[in-house]
């Protein structure tokens, strides 16, 4: 039988490799995005959004009804917009740019779980990927700075750590997790790029091979881990 997968920001970047990947695995595929559709396939079910709130959802979560998914991979995120750039020092942080690194960081990856947990299965395996990153361990912080993002990525790998523990009692076979994806060649890192040696700037194909690996090796034991590229755990 054919697995479905539902891709949350599938006109992205990564998100465009991610569908691609899935599609050439022999998944169904169900892309959200605010693009239009960048190829067509009897397999991919698309479908644009004005956004992801939960009133400008409710067509396409209608369109899920009767869907059993095998997981749901979000990639949702921001580092910069045209206005901000992460911050070097204490004082470049500003309000706004802290609520908005939150509210698509943090707020709306955990809300989309919230309204899609019906649609779960509670019985049967499933996943629910959330893409993060390594800057986001509290632990792992020696560099400083990137005030903004760090802190959203680290509320975000709380309140799915927290969701897991929850859900661990309903959903039995149900695999939160959060991955790191490492530096990917997409617009979301275009403007740190040149400090990068070549061989720690991925292409969004080989990064989506890993994140395709990591989840199909999950277990229901790394529910609630923040988990490297490569697998392997990473400290909170």
């Not at 990153?133 to 799915?160: E, P």
Request: overall charge neutral; hydrophobic content about 40%.
């Amino acid at each position: 039988m054919r697995q479905t997968i539902l891709i949350i920001g599938a006109g992205g970047g990564l998100g465009t490799a991610l569908t691609d990947h899935y599609l050439a695995a022999g998944w169904q595929v169900i892309g959200w995005s605010r693009q239009a559709p960048v190829r067509t396939d009897s397999a991919l079910q698309w479908q644009q959004l004005d956004g992801y709130q939960p009133e400008q959802l409710q067509d396409a979560q209608a369109a899920l009804e009767g869907v059993e998914l095998s997981g749901v991979l979000c990639t949702l995120g921001m580092l910069h917009t045209e206005s901000h750039m992460p911050e070097k020092h204490l004082g470049a942080l500003s309000a706004e740019h802290l609520r908005a690194s939150f509210e698509i960081n943090a707020i709306l990856p955990i809300l989309l779980l919230q309204q899609l947990l019906p649609l779960l299965p509670k019985k049967q395996s499933c996943f629910w990927v959330q893409l993060s990153a390594k800057v986001g361990s509290i632990t792992d912080n020696y560099l400083g700075g990137w005030y903004s993002y760090r802190a959203s990525k680290a509320a975000l790998n709380m309140l799915l750590k927290t969701a897991s523990i929850e859900l661990g009692r309903t959903h039995k076979k149900l695999i939160i997790a959060a991955v790191h994806p490492g530096t990917t060649d997409t617009a979301l890192s275009e403007p740190f790029q040149q400090r990068l040696p070549a061989d720690k700037l991925y292409s969004p194909q080989l990064s989506a091979e890993r994140i395709a690996q990591v989840i199909e090796n999950l277990t229901t034991a790394q529910s609630g881990k923040l988990l490297h590229w490569d697998g392997t755990e990473l400290p909170y």
